[in-house]
T-cell receptor
Framework: GQQVMQIPQYQHVQEGEDFTTYCNSSTTLSNIQWYKQRPGGHPVFLIQLVKSGEVKKQKRLTFQFGEAKKNSSLHITATQTTDVGTYFCAGRKFDGYSTLTFGKGTMLLVSP | KAGVTQTPRYLIKTRGQQVTLSCSPISGHRSVSWYQQTPGQGLQFLFEYFSETQRNKGNFPGRFSGRQFSNSRSEMNVSTLELGDSALYLC????????????FGPGTRLTVL
């Protein structure tokens, strides 16, 4: 079945440092979504990428979708303590309607 | 609009018992998906319902079942509980048009003793 791998599993940074999490799918994706889950909370949708090579920005967050539509990344510039949480990617297969397959997430801890 | 609601929020059961969890999606959303979240395994897909029909099913044993009602509310049932079923069970509703982002509820924390 489809697998979505996410690395790293965990990262601890100092406030102001950059952070990147990477997502790789075993199959070509129709689209990929990113979610953030704060400690004790539930996942909240951040963005969806659809086009090959697509790059989208949300303030300090930059999302990329690979040319082959099998990988994606989320980069946070100058992290803040409010960025703490687990970031999940979720891919939808390129075969008509299918479910979202979530990666296991990257837990980000930011120290002030 | 009210968000996705899940009841109960917390539940403690013993091995061998069964449990029913409830999810009310955002008004107008007809698709409801269920996930099991554990620290080591992340979010694992259980099943998805759309217009009272199960549209997709994850790789879980038959002890896990669900249904959806005509008002789009959904329930999931776990029979013969095992210790390994302890997890956060998340429900998500989707509009099924446009971006198809999933709106998650707060989850039900199930502890099996």
């Amino acid at each position: 079945g489809q697998q979505v791998m996410q690395i790293p599993q965990y990262q601890h940074v100092q406030e102001g440092e950059d952070f990147t999490t990477y997502c790789n799918s075993s199959t070509t994706l129709s689209n990929i979504q990113w979610y953030k889950q704060r400690p004790g909370g539930h996942p909240v949708f951040l963005i969806q990428l659809v086009k090959s090579g697509e790059v989208k920005k949300q303030k300090r967050l930059t999302f990329q979708f690979g040319e082959a539509k099998k990988n994606s990344s989320l980069h946070i510039t100058a992290t803040q303590t409010t960025d703490v949480g687990t970031y999940f990617c979720a891919g939808r297969k390129f075969d008509g309607y299918s479910t979202l397959t979530f990666g296991k997430g990257t837990m980000l801890l930011v120290s002030p | 609009k009210a968000g996705v609601t899940q009841t109960p929020r917390y539940l403690i059961k013993t091995r061998g018992q069964q449990v029913t969890l409830s999810c009310s999606p955002i008004s107008g959303h007809r698709s409801v998906s269920w996930y099991q979240q554990t620290p080591g395994q992340g979010l694992q897909f259980l099943f998805e319902y759309f217009s009272e029909t199960q549209r997709n099913k994850g790789n879980f044993p038959g002890r896990f079942s669900g249904r959806q009602f005509s008002n789009s509310r959904s329930e999931m049932n776990v029979s013969t509980l095992e210790l390994g079923d302890s997890a956060l069970y998340l429900c998500a509703s989707t509009q099924t048009s446009g971006v198809n982002e999933q709106f998650f509820g707060p989850g039900t924390r199930l502890t099996v003793l």
